[in-house]
């Protein structure tokens, strides 16, 4: 078996959907600890990504790079050109994605590109707090096939979600509040877990 366009554009759908629904969630933690457009800007972005026509790319992996092109172009502040680089990564590594340990690959590539697009680190109260440990869990999980690994990467993403709102931000508008980011969940962590649970409930 291997992952292709239309299990893409499954997941995709999925998010998308998630993203609607909770738009407000995402702009009133966005509100707290940043500048409070992180749900309108991840909707817009999702809506273009939805009104792309799939079967028009010749492969899964051209689709998930214009996917990342299309957020880049649609989605402000931080959170485009990291969900775009995403995507832009994942679409390169994803191959045919014929196994657990391909489509582990993929997404691995897409959590470098976020850190050497943000240059955040474990512990900055970022995306990168639930997507580090949701891809420990998926290799950890990899042999025993792709709906095991995106399970468990799916839970270790809500933990590393909720682990966020203890710490003190040290990356982006966050930051400039110091110690009162503290209590606050994050809203990147928030809605990257919504793309790894998207992925468990579609790709498996
Ligand atoms: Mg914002």
């Not at 909770?22 to 457009?37: K, V």
């Not at 931080?78 to 391909?102: H, I, K, M, N, Q």
Request: glycine fraction near 10%.
């Amino acid at each position: 078996m291997s992952l292709d366009t239309s299990s893409v554009v499954a997941w995709l759908t999925d998010f998308a959907s998630v993203i609607h629904d909770n738009a407000d969630l995402l702009t009133d933690l966005d509100r707290e600890i940043g500048d409070g457009d992180h749900g309108s800007n991840m909707d817009r972005g999702m809506k273009a990504v939805a009104e792309l026509e799939s079967a028009s790319f010749p492969t899964a992996a051209d689709y998930l790079k214009k996917i990342g092109m299309t957020l880049v172009s649609t989605v402000g502040g931080a959170s485009g050109p990291l969900y775009g680089t995403f995507f832009l990564r994942v679409g390169t590594a994803w191959g045919d994605a014929a196994s657990a340990e391909d489509l582990g690959k993929a997404l691995r590539a897409g959590l470098d590109g976020i850190l050497a697009r943000g240059k955040a680190e474990v512990g900055d109260k970022t995306m990168v707090d639930a997507l580090t440990p949701a891809l420990a869990a998926y290799d950890e999980h990899a042999s025993e096939g792709i709906e095991a690994a995106l399970n468990a990467a799916a839970l270790a993403c809500a933990a590393g979600r909720d682990a966020t709102i203890p710490l003190v931000a040290r990356k982006g508008r966050a930051s400039y509040l110091g110690e009162r980011s503290a209590g606050h969940q994050d809203p990147g962590a928030t809605s990257v877990t919504f793309l790894i649970e998207a992925a468990a409930r579609s790709l498996a």
